[in-house]
């Protein structure tokens, strides 16, 4: 018995995915669909411009490709994985965190860390007493001391 | 002629720049004035010298000389006259040129100062000034020559040189390339010169910051003789950054303003650390403080100006293999390399007699918070320099390259943004030296309360986002401080001598136009935070094609599609127009003309948007599309920006602040006359 519904249940998942497949085929996708898709890639030729708004006709080729990839109903991620694959990691928007690709995410926080690590260690040192300081601040001294020798000659 | 001419003008510049740095170094270590003056007349020629080659170069573009390959490249028998001006900031060799005419007008600028009081550091003013020139002038004369002209060799190839090679032959195209389509734009004319201009006159300080570094002066002289010229590097590196802004929104065709491009960011870094460096100096001026700090400041901002330069200028951007390939590329790392090193050893050198001689007493003082606010930029910098630089790295070291785009940029510097502003709300209520929490809360709390209304209004009425509702809630804070600062300053003049509102507003500004010049950047800066945070987080967008009479819908928008035509213009373009009926809540608001352009001899199309444009909001519309045959069909792709205009508007505001604060002031009297005043008066004459 518990067999039979596990089957069935199968069965009807198979047909479910089925029927969507053919709907996504049936509904052509809208051009803000594809372009959300878009949104988030990038051709090795046009630098730095989202595929999205890009007007070359290579971009604009990739952009049919989307279309007809929604149309058989790819996802956003088989779609992005399509484009890495064909044209390596550049294409997407952020690097994926893989390998070196890890700096970009934890050299900011770390580096966040380490300057706050010192900020608070120089405010710190700036509020003990500044005897030795003052002390050795000796060539301000002889600058002022001429500055005012100066102004007691010519007063 | 006239390319021998401007190429002879270089040469002697180059020669002037080498040995204006010599005698000026020489006759300081000598102590032989008549050397120094000798160096500075030099500085003073430099800049006539370098105006003949640049009116060389315009005469050469004006004129169609197409044999020259620098005017065959940037100009056509197309472009008007103008257009042909301002082709000496449309390439490689002739941006170098104008780069190095600004900079030596502003050494002779400096070289005609009063130096009574600094001649000490005028030698190594004069050093700094003139390398960094001859830098920039070893690059056009070796590397990058302007003048050089287009000969076909014996064996039938194309080449350039200045001097004929052997049995090559001169040759003469009947047009030329044109300048990019991209860089026609008003916007993109003046974007370059502004940008040149800012990262120049950060040489300035950085030069008198060397000068006292090995003149071994410890006080602040530096800074006071070089504020202006600080504030008006960051005044033309602001306005650069704002027109290139626009100049991206009105022609890139993307429907935004800032692209988080690694060419943008280049201008951006030394602009942060400008800023940081402005605030900072407050503080050695008021306190004694952060002169180390100061010193790394200048230097990271001077190194800044040569790595943006040298960012867009070797062709590293596209691809480290570019950076092999081009043959500036190298020089420009070797002597920021140097010029970094060297800064950094005078530093070191003086580290000892530039401590400060005060403490810090409060974490919430002025002193405090400016340095929280140095940190916050030094982030954001550091943040930026990693994402630029990373594509290079990956490259280098795995070979395949990344793309760091906006969504990395804006979750990281997103949140270091929002510290500024809290900090820009807070500091201007602090005091310097003694600042407590709880004196500082007392005089927060209700401008905090008030604040609070305008993200409780939003929430009330829809708002649901809750970056939107902090970004909010901190801009206005920082609004409702600074105008509490100014109505404060008023109302004590008002009190103290009578004068109306207006007038006690001008003269508060007139009487301390650092403090309120200051107050009006970041009222610039409010109403810049406010349009950021509208089209960053309420930007929306569709994409529809449309029958001629058929209508695309945007929010409260309606977009009817009228017809499209089609036409040659005669500087060699084909556009493609198309007019659509713009509704809104139903009713009529008039018609929208988005096309696009394509340039024939350059083979590229321009999208130019069609824009409804109020102070509340921007109707965006791109033509993306269009049937060839009939134009009974077209694309649109429609962008609805709210709240972007308010970019614009505080950038005037912030570029009138900056103008302010920047504005001279009478330098404090001489001791001398203050001295013989004070006498005639106690002898009641």
């Known amino acids: 018995m518990g067999r039979m519904m596990v089957c069935t249940g199968v069965l009807a998942s198979l047909l479910l995915a089925g029927v969507g497949t053919v709907q996504a085929q049936d509904e052509q996708p809208t051009d803000d669909q594809v372009n959300a898709v878009a949104k988030g890639l990038y051709c090795p030729v046009c630098e730095n411009v989202p595929l999205d708004v890009c007007p070359t006709p290579a971009c604009k080729q990739w952009r049919d490709t989307i279309r007809d990839q929604l149309a058989q109903g790819w996802t956003q991620g088989q779609i992005e994985q399509f484009f890495v694959d064909q044209y390596g990691d550049r294409v997407l928007g952020t690097p994926p965190a893989t390998g070196l690709n890890w700096l970009v995410y934890l050299l900011p926080p770390l580096v966040f860390v380490a300057g706050a690590m010192i900020l608070a260690g120089v405010f710190r040192g700036w509020r003990k007493p500044l005897v030795s300081t003052i002390e050795s601040a000796s060539p301000d001294d002889r600058y002022l001391e001429r500055v005012e020798e100066e102004i007691r000659r010519r007063g | ?685």
């Open chain 2, 1 to 685: 002629m006239i390319e021998g001419i401007g190429y002879a003008a270089l040469v002697i510049s180059f020669v002037l720049a080498l040995y204006g740095a010599g005698a000026a170094a020489f006759g300081a270590k000598r102590s032989r004035p008549e050397l120094v003056e000798s160096a500075r007349r030099a500085m003073l020629l430099s800049w006539p010298m370098i105006s003949v080659a640049a009116l060389a170069i315009i005469a050469l573009l004006v004129a169609g000389r197409y044999d020259i390959a620098y005017v065959a490249k940037v100009t056509s028998n197309a472009m008007p006259p103008y257009l042909r001006v301002t082709a000496l900031w449309g390439g490689q060799e002739g941006s170098l040129v104008f780069w190095s005419w600004l900079m030596a007008a502003f050494a002779s600028a400096v070289g005609l100062r009063q130096w009574d009081r600094d001649r000490d550091l005028l030698p190594w003013v004069i050093v700094v000034t003139m390398i960094t020139l001859a830098f920039f002038l070893s690059l056009i004369i070796f590397f990058e020559n302007p003048f050089s002209r287009i000969w076909i060799t014996p064996e039938g190839a194309q080449t350039t040189a200045l001097f004929q090679p052997e049995g090559a032959l001169a040759a003469a195209p009947p047009d030329g390339q044109g300048l990019n389509p991209l860089l026609r734009h008003p916007g993109m004319i003046i974007h370059p010169p502004m940008l040149y201009l800012g990262f120049v006159s950060f040489v300035i300080p950085y030069a008198f910051a060397m000068a006292a570094l090995v003149v071994g002066r410890s006080d602040d002289r530096w800074i006071r003789v070089t504020r202006r010229w600080t504030l008006v590097a960051w005044l033309f590196l602001g306005l650069g950054l704002i027109l290139g802004g626009r100049w991206a929104y009105d022609v890139l065709g993307w429907g935004g303003y800032w692209g988080w491009d690694p060419v943008e960011i280049a201008a951006f870094m030394p602009w942060l650390a400008g800023t940081a460096f402005l605030h900072s100096v407050m503080v050695q001026e008021k306190k004694g403080m952060l002169k180390h700090w100061n010193m790394l400041l200048i230097i990271l901002t001077y190194s800044l100006v040569l790595f943006g330069t040298f960012l867009t200028r070797s062709g590293v951007l596209s691809s480290v293999h570019a950076f092999a390939q081009s043959a500036i590329g190298p020089m420009f790392f070797a002597f920021i390399g140097v010029s970094f090193i060297v800064s950094l050893w005078l530093l070191l050198k003086r580290w000892g007699e530039l401590r400060g001689v005060n403490q810090i007493n409060s974490m919430v003082s002025r002193e405090s918070l400016f340095l929280l606010n140095n940190f916050l930029f030094i982030m954001i910098l550091a943040v930026l320099f990693l994402g630029v630089i990373f594509p290079l790295v990956s490259e280098l070291f795995t070979g395949q390259t990344v793309t760091v785009g906006p969504a990395w940029y804006e979750r990281i510097v997103g949140p270091l943004f929002a510290g500024l502003l809290l900090l820009m709300g807070v500091a201007p209520l602090s005091a310097y030296g003694s600042s407590s929490w709880r004196t500082l809360g007392r005089q927060l709390w209700q401008l905090v309360a008030l604040s609070l209304v305008v993200p409780a209004i939003l929430l009330i009425t829809g708002m649901r986002s809750a970056a939107a509702l902090l970004g909010y809630w901190l801009a206005t804070l920082v609004a409702v401080v600074t105008l509490y600062e100014f109505w404060r300053g008023a109302s004590a003049r008002r009190r103290r001598h009578g004068e109306s509102l207006p007038v006690a507003l001008v003269k508060l500004a007139g009487r301390n136009r650092r403090r309120y010049g200051g107050f009006v950047i970041h009222l610039g800066v409010v109403l810049m935070a406010f349009g950021i945070i509208g089209i960053e987080i309420f930007q929306t967008e569709t994409q529809g094609t449309l029958e001629r009479g058929e209508q695309l819908t945007l929010g409260r928008y309606v977009m009817v599609y009228e017809g499209l035509t089609r036409f040659n213009t005669s500087d060699g373009r084909e556009i493609s127009r198309a007019e659509l009926s713009i509704f809104k809540d139903g009713r009529s608001v008039g018609k929208l003309f988005p096309r696009s352009d394509f340039y024939f001899v350059q083979n590229q199309p321009m999208t130019i948007p069609g824009v409804r444009s109020t102070l509340e909001e921007d109707l965006y519309v791109l033509l993306v599309g269009w049937e060839p045959i009939g134009q009974d069909s077209a694309t649109f792709k429609v962008f609805h920006n709210p709240l972007v205009n308010f970019i614009w508007l505080g950038g005037a505001i912030f570029i009138l602040g900056t103008l302010v604060a920047a504005w001279p002031e009478r330098e404090p009297e001489p001791v001398r006359r203050r001295t013989a005043q004070a006498q005639a008066l106690a002898a009641g004459d």
